[in-house]
Nanobody, 123 residues
Framework: QVQLVESGGGLVQAGGSLRLSCAAS????????MGWYRQAPGKEREFVAA????????YYADSVKGRFTISRDNAKNTLYLRMNSLKPGDTAVYYC????????????????WGRGTQVTVSS
């Protein structure tokens, strides 16, 4: 089992950048595929990005492609989401998630979830 704790959220102006981190407990982080999701007020949770166990494969939602970058440091048990050119529409609570198999909008589900970090983008 793994515990996930997100950090790095905050208030930023449109066009700005943030880097989210997700610290994982345990020594098996490298055995988990990881992803980021977000949920805006009144909306369903949506997929943002995913990364394979070794970081060799990444997937992005069309809405963030070219602006967000998912990465991981298995030596530090940490997942990252670099967010550039932020828009007010990116405002949401961002969650990291992990599991034995990668999950994307095409299929799959993660077993473990963090509690989220708030990102607010002002216009």
């Amino acid at each position: 089992q793994v515990q996930l704790v997100e950090s790095g959220g905050g208030l930023v102006q449109a066009g700005g950048s943030l880097r989210l981190s997700c610290a994982a407990s345990g020594r098996t982080f490298s055995s988990y595929a990881m992803g980021w999701y977000r949920q805006a007020p009144g909306k369903e949770r949506e997929f943002v990005a995913a990364i394979s166990r070794r970081g060799s494969s990444t997937y992005y939602a069309d809405s963030v492609k070219g602006r967000f970058t998912i990465s991981r440091d298995n030596a530090k048990n940490t997942l990252y989401l670099r967010m550039n050119s932020l828009k007010p529409g990116d405002t949401a609570v961002y969650y990291c998630a992990g599991g034995a198999k990668i999950a994307t909008p095409s299929g799959g589900e993660y077993d473990y979830w963090g509690r989220g970090t708030q990102v607010t983008v002002s216009s």
